[in-house]
């Protein structure tokens, strides 16, 4: 349970803020770290503790911030040395992988497929940031459809158009439930999904 001022989420607030920087929300002019900000404030909302609430704050270091002479594996070694390995273990469960366990070069769906199926096998902290990602990020596509007199400005914003991001929240959702993840932020998940539906008719 996290309460009060915490150095180490004040910490992993600045580590995120350094790796993102100059980052921006796809199809926005907002700060990327606005997304991971948004993400621990929905955790703590729902009483997380704070390695939870550290692994959702840094959930996309790794798949997005690879560049400027860090190495993936420079940026896991930072998080471990830094937070903790149970705090990376998490990060590394609801990170997209590029390759598999052969080293071959997935898909982007081949990407979301390996995502959805690791799910299984994630901790109930992944899985929890999991939520919470996909709660704020399909909330901040609802809020942007609510306020636009031309959706396909949003939609447009993503390589799967509107019907493919519609499928992907539920996708998560769903596999999620599959899981037997019945946490309580599931059915703010599930709102959200709908929501998402209704608004890709």
């Not at 921006?24 to 503790?49: C, E, F, M, S, W």
Request: net charge negative; with cysteine; charged share 30%.
């Amino acid at each position: 349970m996290t309460r009060g001022y915490s150095d180490r989420i004040n910490h992993a607030l600045a580590f995120a803020a350094k790796h993102h920087d100059r980052q921006v929300r796809k199809g926005t002019r907002l700060p990327y770290l606005t997304h991971p900000a948004n993400v621990a404030i929905i955790l703590t909302r729902y009483d997380q503790d704070e390695d939870t609430v550290i692994a959702g704050i840094l959930h996309d270091v790794v798949e997005d911030c690879v560049r400027d002479g860090f190495t993936r594996d420079m940026l896991e070694q930072r998080i471990a040395d830094k937070f903790s390995s149970e705090v990376l273990d998490t990060v590394l469960a609801v990170t997209h992988r590029q390759l598999d366990e052969e080293g071959i070069e997935l898909s982007a769906e081949e990407r979301k497929d390996d995502y959805l199926a690791r799910l299984a096998a994630a901790s109930e902290p992944a899985r929890w940031v999991c939520a919470a990602d996909k709660i704020h990020s399909g909330s901040s596509i609802i809020a942007d459809l609510t306020r636009t007199l031309d959706p396909d400005t949003v939609w447009s914003r993503f390589a799967v158009g509107r019907l493919g991001t519609v499928r992907w929240y539920r996708r998560v959702h769903d596999r999620l439930r599959e899981v037997g993840f019945k946490a309580p932020i599931m059915d703010e998940f599930r709102d959200v999904a709908e929501q998402l539906e209704r608004f890709g008719r």
